[in-house]
């Protein structure tokens, strides 16, 4: 029953978007009409979205709760979870009594928990047990494939036309981080499968677990990624000999998506200063506000404003490498502080001499400015899985690649 009521209130989000969504079913009336047996009824369900800038006590009040009820509701919430958490939006549901007096309160926490209050006895004064329990989901493993083309011409298109949710684009987009931009490398043709845990609530898609293996095949090259997790170290990608796909340099600082649009060059006439000067870096397209991480570790060497680079930040990486990111509207780092892959150094803007929204990306190798995309592809790869723990490797790769490329047999190893 109460699966009833929470999609009873997603099919009320779905209709209307009034400040107060709240539904009432009555069970026994579903009950009457399919057995033809009369049942009294004795309470009124009634379910809708916790809005925002609001109380529980207020909630109670909109529906009417016996004055005497809320009180003890609120310190019995207030017992299992921190009632400040408590998010506009999230479903909550309550069963009635016709008196007024509530029988049972329910509110979904997140994804994974919901909170569940009860009447402990129809005496006075009221009592009730409040408990967080886990919503049951299921995960089953799945392999989702789709290609690039023009139509579909990014992994979000693609995998948004396979069903899926951009999740699993953001997911892939990190496995492959190493190996392919995908800012600028996809081509019409290349296709990818990826054998992912699925999460699924009461039918419905609820989100992703690990991606276990992954095919891409991008401009002619096959490549692939398998989850492996060394004895004592974390759950890492490796190709299929056992090559970490996590590389010295990320391809790229941003996610994925947006695309080159100035590319590295010695002579450029500048759209700005309309002389030719050489163009020390790529240029991204990529929105407003978007996250830029460091492609490599190493340590900030500036953080601040320059003349033509607007908000700038400049990190300095091992082996005689330093980046620089310019034009953000805002810096996330300080002079001095220490970076790891990926993390955020500062986020897109049009600061300094820029003619609109972008990322203007420059690598140097000893001292010398080089074309960033050319340098990327010829990092070394990142650490191997290690020779005595092989063939612990080589049995979950056989595992997981017949899955992928047999979708009949992932769907037996889910009913095992
Ligand atoms: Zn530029």
Known sequence: MRNVIWAIGLLVVGLSSAFWMVSAADPAETVRRS?????????DYLSGFVPARTTIAHIFEHHMIQGADTPVLVSSIASAMDV???RAGQPYSIDRLLDGRVRRFEYEIDNDKRLIVD?????APPRFIATVERIPKQTTVVAVEGDINRETNSLAAAIDKAGERIELALGMADVFSGEI????DLQPGDKFRVLVERHTREGQLSGYGAILAAEFVNDGRNLKAIRFTPDGGSPGYYDENGRSLKRFFLKSPLKF?????SRFSSSRKHPILGYARAHNGVDY?????APIGSVAPGVVTFAGWTSGGGRTVKVRHPNGYETEYLHMSAITVRAGARVGQG?????VGKTGLATGVHLHYGLKKNGRYVNPVIEHRNMPPGEPVPAGIMHVFNTDRDRYLTLLFNP?????????
């Open 285 to 289: 397209y990529a929105p407003a506000g």
């Open 181 to 184: 931009d995908f800012n600028s």
């Open 408 to 416: 009949t047999t992932a769907r037996a190893a889910n009913n095992e």
């Open 119 to 123: 009447r402990a006895s129809m005496d």
């Open 35 to 43: 057995a033809d047996v009369a049942l009294a009824k004795d309470s």
């Open 257 to 261: 998506e947006p695309r080159i649009t």
């Open 84 to 86: 400040r958490r408590m």
């Open 343 to 347: 993390d955020l150094v500062g986020r």
